[in-house]
């Protein structure tokens, strides 16, 4: 499944790719994420966590950079994990490509996601918009962080794990608003034809 989105931090496009390339400091703003071993500059292990309605998941697993395009500004990472309590397994790609926007960084990622297991039953909006939800934290932190991160401080805790309360009423109202607009958008176009 193919999920596509793009933020925007107030933040110099060089300091966002150096910053983002620092994964030991720029994972944890990730919630649910733990980077439990370094293996080099390119190689980690970790565990995700996270809350799909009524089915917690925990995966362990590693991520590699697998591409950096320094005058692209593109980076790919590809990540694996197993679920530690279950038989479901998932794998993503993921790339993100940094642009100029105004003073700040516009970037646009994209994720190649293949899920098995309980976390597939929830289909490809449920997953989309978890997703939207988890990556607006993550922005949200990382315009945070990375001032902090360029005068040389440490990390003022970590992003944690979001509740899947929290995440379950965001994506509600995320797919409810998709709900309403593709009703009301398509009456008025039938409105609109036969008034024609």
């Known amino acids: 499944m193919l999920i596509t989105s793009d933020f925007e931090v107030p933040q110099p496009v060089e300091r966002v790719w150096d910053y983002l390339l620092d994964v030991p400091r720029m994972a944890p703003n990730l919630p649910g994420t733990e980077l439990t071993?370094?293996?080099?500059?390119?190689?980690?292990?970790?565990?995700?966590?996270?809350?799909?309605?009524?089915?917690?998941?925990?995966?362990?697993?590693?991520?590699?950079?697998?591409?950096?395009?320094?005058?692209?500004r593109r980076v790919v990472l590809n990540a694996s994990g197993a679920e530690e309590r279950g038989k479901g397994q998932a794998s993503m790609r993921l790339t993100a490509t940094l642009v100029k926007a105004g003073s700040g960084t516009r970037?646009?990622?994209e994720q190649d996601l293949t899920i098995a297991g309980a976390a597939a039953?929830?289909?490809?909006?449920?997953?989309?918009?978890?997703?939207?939800?988890?990556?607006?934290?993550?922005?949200?932190?990382?315009?945070?962080?990375?001032?902090?991160?360029?005068?040389?401080?440490?990390?003022?805790g970590s992003a944690g794990s979001v509740s899947g309360l929290a995440i379950g009423v965001a994506a509600t109202m995320t797919a409810l608003r998709r709900v309403f607009w593709r009703f009301f958008g398509s009456n008025a176009r039938r409105r609109a034809t036969k008034g024609a």
């Open 121 to 156: 039953q929830y289909g490809r909006g449920m997953i989309t918009d978890v997703t939207n939800v988890l990556l607006g934290r993550f922005a949200s932190n990382i315009a945070e962080d990375i001032p902090r991160w360029a005068r040389g401080e440490e990390r003022t």
């Open 37 to 72: 071993e370094v293996v080099d500059e390119d190689n980690f292990k970790g565990r995700v966590s996270v809350k799909m309605g009524p089915v917690s998941l925990r995966f362990a697993g590693t991520a590699q950079i697998a591409e950096r395009d320094e005058a692209g």
């Open 107 to 109: 970037i646009a990622v």
